[in-house]
């Protein structure tokens, strides 16, 4: 995605001491798969993010048309419908890796 190298680019130019974060990158994300499905041209892909800035933890998911959202747990394509039902009802801040398998 040449936008987005653009845009990291761009951020490290200034030399500001800030530096785009998860959560900034994830609405620019938003903004540009919302943008190119208005112009009825939209990028077949869904996204996720994930990150950590100055020690706060963040996951985010960004569909084809613009459609986004932040949660401790995302799924895109059909886990979404299916699975984070589920999941939501499941999930605890201390899970492990077997316990999201069960």
């Given amino acids: 995605m040449r936008s987005l190298d653009n845009l990291i680019l761009y ?5 500001d001491g800030n530096s785009l974060g998860p959560k900034e990158v994830h609405n620019y994300l938003t903004r540009m798969m919302y943008n ?5 041209d939209p990028l077949w892909n869904s996204l996720v993010l994930g990150g ?9 998911t960004v569909s084809m048309i613009g459609v986004h959202y932040e949660d401790n747990h995302v799924a895109t394509g059909f886990g979404n419908h299916l699975v984070r039902p589920i999941f ?3 999930w605890h801040e201390n899970m492990s890796f077997e316990d999201g398998v069960k």
């Fill in 36 to 40: 190119c499905r208005n112009k009825f």
């Fill in 88 to 90: 939501s009802d499941e």
């Fill in 52 to 60: 950590v800035k100055n020690g706060q933890k963040y996951l985010g």
């Fill in 11 to 15: 951020d490290n130019m200034w030399d």
